[in-house]
């Protein structure tokens, strides 16, 4: 049987080698196309029941998957400072690319029946151009008069305002969520130093975002051997506590002649050094010229 294979084989090595390569160029084709998942795994069989309840209630009423919430506390809300900042921080939401709307108190609506067509009509309750101390105070007092918005945009137990950010579904698909989300992050940063004010973010996009990064940057982090690594820094380390990269580079190839920075994709030592959980690369720049140091951190 061995002997009959070995003889099919070399005599048809030709034809064979050629369908290992083609299937070899087909199979890194496909792996050169796989993406990291931003959805969470399915925990849950697919038939189960109320899996299957909550399929029929999102495919009637949609989800929640692209919302991301922004809330603060505060008594003093509708100060003319505090809520102008306020209105500031929602129109700067809205203008966040990818960002399709934006709900807040600031940007609440009332609706009226137009008597002429039967329809309803949207008006504002604050407008942003117009906020004198007046206005909001008239505003917050026709707000308060809708209950439809109570313990959705705000609690008024605790003070607590939010604000709703829907962002675009195919984006938060994609490599771009992150700036959204870090642009997002630092306008609600921004608004607390100049206030003062804490802001709390909550919301699947932000939740995803978070943990397909922290993934994304674990994968990316380099896997070497350390105790040759160590090893080679306390035989390069000089009184300071910290090498020279070239002098590393020397050391490392001592221990080990086949050490090769380019093994582990990097072009350079310095790239791979500054990769490394437990060491940081220094810029040492001496008459012009950069002799970057290794240090532990």
Same mark, same amino acid.
């Given at each position: 049987?061995?002997?009959?294979? %070995?003889?099919f084989?070399?005599?048809?090595?030709?034809?064979?080698?050629? &369908?290992l390569f083609?299937i070899?160029?087909?199979?890194?084709?496909?792996?050169?196309?796989?993406?990291?998942?931003?959805?969470?795994?399915?925990?849950i !069989?697919?038939?189960?029941?109320?899996?299957?309840?909550?399929?029929?209630?999102?495919q009637?009423?949609?989800?929640?998957?692209n919302?991301?919430?922004? %809330?603060?506390?505060?008594?003093?809300?509708?100060e003319?400072?505090?809520?102008? %900042?306020?209105?500031?921080?929602?129109?700067?939401?809205?203008?966040?690319?990818?960002?399709?709307?934006?709900?807040?108190?600031?940007?609440?609506?009332n609706?009226?029946?137009?008597?002429?067509?039967?329809?309803?009509?949207?008006?504002?309750?604050?407008?942003?151009?117009?906020?004198?101390?007046?206005?909001?105070?008239?505003?917050?007092?026709?707000?308060?008069?809708? !209950?439809f918005?109570?313990? &959705?945009?705000?609690?008024?137990?605790?003070?607590?305002?939010? &604000?709703?950010?829907?962002?675009?579904?195919?984006?938060?698909?994609?490599?771009?969520?992150?700036?959204?989300?870090?642009?997002?992050?630092?306008?609600?940063?921004?608004?607390?130093?100049?206030?003062?004010?804490?802001?709390?973010?909550?919301?699947? !996009?932000?939740?995803?975002?978070?943990? %397909?990064?922290?993934l994304?940057?674990?994968?990316?982090?380099?896997?070497?051997?350390?105790?040759?690594?160590?090893?080679?820094?306390?035989?390069?380390?000089?009184?300071?506590?910290?090498?020279?990269?070239?002098?590393?580079?020397?050391?490392?190839?001592?221990?080990?002649?086949?050490?090769?920075?380019r093994t582990?994709?990097?072009?350079?030592?310095?790239?791979?050094?500054?990769?490394?959980?437990?060491?940081?690369?220094?810029?040492?720049?001496?008459?012009?010229?950069?002799?970057?140091?290794?240090?532990?951190?």
């Amino acid at each position: 049987m061995w002997k009959s294979l %070995a003889k099919f084989v070399l005599k048809n090595r030709v034809p064979l080698l050629i &369908i290992l390569f083609c299937i070899t160029a087909v199979m890194g084709y496909f792996a050169s196309k796989v993406k990291l998942s931003y959805e969470f795994a399915k925990a849950i !069989p697919t038939d189960n029941p109320k899996f299957q309840e909550y399929l029929s209630f999102k495919q009637k009423f949609g989800d929640d998957g692209n919302l991301m919430v922004i %809330a603060v506390q505060q008594n003093n809300f509708f100060e003319i400072n505090n809520f102008k %900042a306020f209105a500031q921080l929602n129109h700067d939401l809205k203008n966040v690319p990818h960002v399709e709307d934006v709900l807040s108190v600031s940007s609440a609506v009332n609706l009226l029946k137009d008597s002429v067509s039967e329809k309803l009509i949207s008006t504002p309750l604050f407008h942003r151009d117009s906020l004198t101390q007046q206005n909001i105070d008239s505003g917050k007092n026709l707000f308060a008069l809708l !209950p439809f918005y109570k313990t &959705i945009l705000y609690n008024p137990e605790t003070n607590a305002y939010l &604000i709703a950010v829907r962002i675009n579904k195919e984006v938060l698909s994609s490599p771009q969520r992150t700036r959204v989300i870090n642009d997002i992050v630092n306008l609600t940063d921004k608004y607390t130093a100049n206030t003062k004010i804490e802001t709390h973010l909550s919301g699947l !996009p932000l939740i995803r975002t978070l943990i %397909a990064d922290r993934l994304k940057k674990e994968k990316e982090k380099v896997h070497v051997d350390t105790k040759l690594i160590n090893k080679a820094f306390d035989m390069s380390a000089n009184e300071s506590n910290d090498a020279y990269v070239s002098t590393m580079g020397i050391n490392l190839r001592k221990l080990d002649p086949s050490f090769d920075s380019r093994t582990y994709g990097f072009k350079t030592l310095t790239q791979l050094f500054s990769r490394l959980r437990d060491y940081i690369v220094v810029d040492n720049v001496v008459n012009g010229l950069n002799n970057p140091l290794v240090k532990r951190k």
